[in-house]
């Protein structure tokens, strides 16, 4: 038998895309009004703002939210951290068959691979029976260890063996298991077939007998991400969340592949004999491997923390590109275009085919129009401003379009719309205005970070950045789906809030996720109950987001369950744990100013117990 060492250490588990919107100010240019109007020519479809056209589109689905943080669990007069030299216990254990590793093959190269796949932590904790940790063995065995912090560990025992060979399959991922309840597991063997199992109370030795309850083949191989049960008095239902990063043909671009998240629900109606049986397969699809995703406790929402967003398919077509594209067509035939310069604007209206002089009506009031084109209004209401009428006239283009130059009485004012309250024309910026606009515009940006640093007060000092406060490019967003609709109902963006792991808080809650805010770390915990504050700031783990960004090599990364401490696992020789704030027992000054410390944080390097045990693959965190 195969014999390797099992290192105990604390268990460890692991961006709407930024929207930015630009507002260029607009200054008069009388002696241009003339010149602009002609270089103007006609009006192009292909000016539509795609990125307002999506914006809009967004807003009708989701509701725009922020994270509220609390204040009062915030410490401004944090000082630091304290390294302590404390021995660590460290308690070794031989197995007799190594942990069901299973290693990236050539044809899953991307990054979304090694996220999923390559950064997987094969030891399991149940977060509802906190001191037993479960891992898979190369013999399909799911085993169970008894974590007790102050004695040496037991031997583990076999709870459950897999009735497929793992080694038979050659495109298999690793073995996922997820605790759905205190007396309910989900299990994936990484073939592509899950099982759902009863196994009693697993606090009690005695009465604890894992028995398979469903197991079907669901396709391609994937992993479990979470799982939840539901009892009532009419049925069970066990609803799941699997990942998948499947092969897309049509992607040119791209890396080749999409990230596949499938919503399953299994159920039993409580006064039928018949057995587990799935009654609702939903499938999200998105390009990135989520941070995080959980669904909330009474199986109606979905939350998701993602770079890159996800949107549910229905019949390989997606709904909410259908809604995009529907919503983009009606979009982009706007009812009518118009510009303006100082003195006067133009609108321009496309005319059915056939039209004559005789078809249209315009009447222009000081600060009302009124366009019907064959016997059917077209476009009525009052104008931003006042207009002179007896000036104000229109002509029927060769391109069978009808032009309207109305002069404006208040010369210089711009106009944010034509008719107060419409939506259905769009307005043309002219080229040659953008470029006198950006011209202006051009003394507040520079290609260098700090062109004159020797000013009285420089924009900035580029010595005084480091590496991990560079903002970061790539954003993330948290999305709320609604499973009965379908669609996203809540979203907030994250902007430069890094994410930086989620932990197991309260098992009958949702998990909870770690933000880094300036250069903390903030705890999140989401309640879905509460629409209002639906994710509640519960826990701040004071200067960790800025110390863990030094981090490069960094594996895992979780907290205990009380916010006593974090850890942080490097993938090779080191385990870092940051204990919370304590009082001093000593007097401990600050060697820059000479100030006397009152509180600390204690920052273990657990190198040396470390060291032997990451010498084998075998060995993962507890």
Not at 1 to 28: D, V
Not at 113 to 137: E, K, P
Not at 546 to 573: G, I, T
Request: hydrophobic share 35%.
């Amino acid at each position: 038998m195969q014999q390797s060492p099992l290192s105990l250490g604390h268990y460890i588990s692991q961006k709407a895309s930024r929207t930015a919107q630009c507002f260029l100010g607009w200054e008069p240019r009388r002696l241009r009004a003339s010149a602009l109007r002609a270089k103007r020519g006609p009006f192009n479809k292909s000016f539509i703002n795609s990125l307002a056209a999506t914006q809009e589109v967004a807003m009708e689905v989701a509701a725009n939210c922020s994270l509220r943080v609390k204040r009062p669990l915030l410490d401004p007069r944090f000082e630091g951290y304290k390294l302590s030299l404390e021995p660590l216990p460290c308690y070794q254990l031989e197995l007799d068959a190594a942990v069901a590793e299973v290693k990236l093959r050539d044809d899953q190269y991307t990054l979304e691979h090694m996220h999923a796949f390559g950064m997987y932590n094969y030891l399991h904790c149940d977060s509802w029976y906190q001191d037993s940790v479960y891992y898979i063995d190369n013999l399909g065995r799911v085993m169970n260890l008894t974590v007790m912090l102050d004695t040496a560990l037991g031997k583990p025992r076999e709870v459950f063996r897999l009735p497929t060979d793992l080694t038979a399959c050659d495109n298999r991922l690793c073995a996922s298991i997820h605790f759905t309840s205190s007396t309910w597991v989900t299990l994936s063997d990484g073939t592509g077939r899950l099982y759902l199992i009863g196994t009693g109370e697993r606090g009690n030795s005695a009465s604890e007998k894992w028995e398979i309850m469903f197991n079907e083949e669901l396709g391609n191989p994937f992993i479990i991400i979470h799982s939840i049960s539901l009892l009532n008095t009419e049925e069970h239902s066990v609803t799941i969340l699997l990942l998948r990063i499947e092969k897309e043909e049509l992607d040119m671009k791209g890396s080749g592949f999409y990230v596949s998240l499938e919503w399953v629900t299994i159920s039993k109606k409580n006064k039928d004999n018949k057995k587990y049986e799935i009654i609702k397969r939903d499938i999200l699809r998105g390009k990135s491997v989520p941070h995080y995703a959980a669904i909330e406790p009474d199986g109606k929402g979905l939350m998701i923390v993602s770079y890159k967003s996800f949107t549910f398919v229905h019949g390989g077509q997606n709904l909410e590109e259908n809604k995009n594209e529907n919503m983009s067509e009606k979009i982009k035939e706007p009812l009518y275009y118009w510009q303006q310069t100082e003195d006067d604007l133009t609108v321009t209206i496309r005319l059915p085919e056939g039209s004559s002089k005789e078809d249209i009506q315009v009447q222009f009031l000081p600060d009302h129009i009124d366009i019907v084109l064959k016997g059917q209004r077209f476009l009525e209401g009052n104008l931003y401003s006042s207009v002179d009428q007896e000036s104000s006239t229109w002509i029927i283009k060769e391109n069978n379009s009808l032009e309207i130059f109305l002069i404006k009485k208040n010369e210089g004012l711009t106009w944010p719309e034509l008719v107060v309250g419409d939506k259905q024309g769009e307005f043309i910026r002219d080229s040659a205005q953008c470029a006198a606009i950006a011209e202006r515009l051009m003394h507040l940006t520079s290609e260098e970070l700090n062109p004159n640093p020797d000013k009285e007060k420089p924009p900035c000092n580029a010595q005084e950045l480091e590496e991990c406060d560079i903002f970061f490019e790539e954003s993330s967003s948290l999305c709320r789906f609604d499973v009965s609709t379908l669609k996203t109902t809540h979203v907030v963006n994250l902007g430069s809030n890094q994410y930086l792991f989620s932990v197991i808080v309260d098992p009958k809650e949702m998990p909870c996720f770690c933000l880094r805010h300036d250069v903390d770390a903030l705890l999140w915990q989401p309640h879905s109950s509460k629409q209002d504050d639906m994710w509640e700031h519960i826990a701040t783990f004071n200067a960790l987001g800025y110390v863990q960004a030094s981090k490069r090599d960094k594996k895992f990364f979780a907290c205990a369950p009380n916010y006593s401490y974090a850890a942080l696992c490097e993938c090779l020789r080191r385990v870092f744990i940051y204990r919370q704030p304590t009082p001093m027992s000593t007097v401990l000054y600050n060697r820059k100013e000479g100030r006397i410390l009152e509180v600390y944080s204690r920052d273990y390097d657990s190198v040396k117990a470390m060291e032997q045990s990451c010498k084998f693959r075998e060995n993962w965190l507890l």
